[in-house]
């Protein structure tokens, strides 16, 4: 017979369909969940799961360094809501930059001159504004050095490389105001903060044009400014409060975690007004400054706030775009590669 006519296969055995032996042959049933029941089980089980788990956003650090004491008073006023932090700490900018191309972080803190050279070969990155800070030309205290002008001649240190962005600014500022070319006019050595700290120190160089944390560590120690490098952004045109650093990620993470980046973002905002105007709560963070005692972190302090940023996505877009092409005049090709412009796309839009 065929299965249609309720038999099985010989192997089996025939058992008719209406054979009582047929039913207790059938595999039991299992119990189904009525429609009312489900229906009634639905909120403790939406109650049971999250709607979604908050993104976890893979960030790198210096040590010392002002993004940590941000971080960490997102997390002392509860502002770490829509993500979590896991932090990596690195010894340089450009481990960091290595880090971040290499997919170890999602979010590393530098400039948007990298950013935009690297967009315009075809990486992904963009770039949020994150700080206004620049450093300083520092000198000791009995110094003849009292201006720009002053340099000619003179051994200055500085921090970074010959692209660093303050070396460029002050080589703008001077040529600009004084037709003075101090990529000649001194007898330039770079390297990384604390060795050109040493070297002033050590009376092997006359001034050093160092990062803005260094500066103010050296002016707690006695040493005085001639120029803050944000002096020289109006002398170029552009309101001193432009960002020079920010938060730099890819466009493709950016799409994906979207709303916990503006949530990161909010808090990063939020995390720096506090710090913009609680003193106390310096006082709280100051083992993670490094700071040798209450002057230093005074300084520290004071500088930070200096940085604060107080333009729009738009007004800093605009002044990054005109400072740009300064930046290239002096910089040129080893600098910004072939483009002569900001590539589209470097400033983060979060609109």
């Keep these: 017979m065929s299965a249609k006519h309720g038999c099985v296969s010989p192997q089996l055995g025939s058992i008719h369909a209406n054979s009582p032996n047929h039913r207790l042959r059938r595999p039991a049933m299992r119990p189904i969940l009525s429609r009312r029941t489900i229906l009634a089980l639905l909120p403790a089980l939406a109650a049971a799961t999250p709607a979604h788990a908050d ?54 803190l530098q400039d948007w001159l990298w950013t935009s050279r690297l967009r315009s070969e075809g990486a992904p990155w963009t770039f949020a504004p994150a700080t206004a800070g620049l450093g300083a030309i520092m000198v000791p205290t009995n110094s003849p050095i009292v201006t720009v002008a002053d340099l000619k001649g003179r051994r200055l240190g500085i921090a970074g490389g010959p692209l660093d962005k303050s070396w460029l600014l002050l080589r703008l500022v001077a040529k600009h105001t004084l037709q003075l070319e101090l990529d000649t006019a001194v007898e330039k050595s770079f390297g990384p903060p604390p060795l050109i700290a040493a070297q002033l120190e050590a009376g092997r160089l006359d001034a050093m044009l160092t990062y803005w944390p260094f500066a103010a560590r ?113 910089g040129g090709t080893d600098l910004v590669g072939a483009s002569p412009q900001l590539a589209p796309g470097t400033f983060w839009q979060s609109a």
């Design 218 to 330: 050296a002016e707690a120690q006695g040493l005085r400014s001639v120029l803050d490098m944000s002096d020289t952004l109006e002398a170029l045109g552009v309101p001193r409060s432009t960002p020079m650093l920010g938060f730099v990620f890819s466009d493709q993470w950016a799409a994906r975690n979207r709303p916990a980046l503006v949530a990161f973002l909010a808090a990063s905002k939020r995390a720096q007004q506090i710090l913009a105007t609680s003193d106390k709560e310096w006082d709280r963070i100051a083992p993670l400054t490094g700071a040798r005692d209450a002057a230093e972190l005074t300084h520290l302090r004071d500088w930070y706030r200096r940085g604060v940023i107080g333009l729009d996505d738009t007004g800093a877009t605009e002044a990054a775009t005109r400072l740009y092409a300064q930046f290239a005049a002096v």
């Design 55 to 108: 993104a976890a956003i893979r960030i790198g650090t210096l040590r010392f360094g002002s993004l940590a004491w941000e971080l960490d008073v997102m997390r002392q006023h509860g502002l770490v809501d829509g993500f979590t932090l896991e932090t990596s700490e690195f010894a340089s900018g450009p481990a960091s930059q290595v880090a971040l191309q290499a997919g170890n972080v999602d979010i590393v």
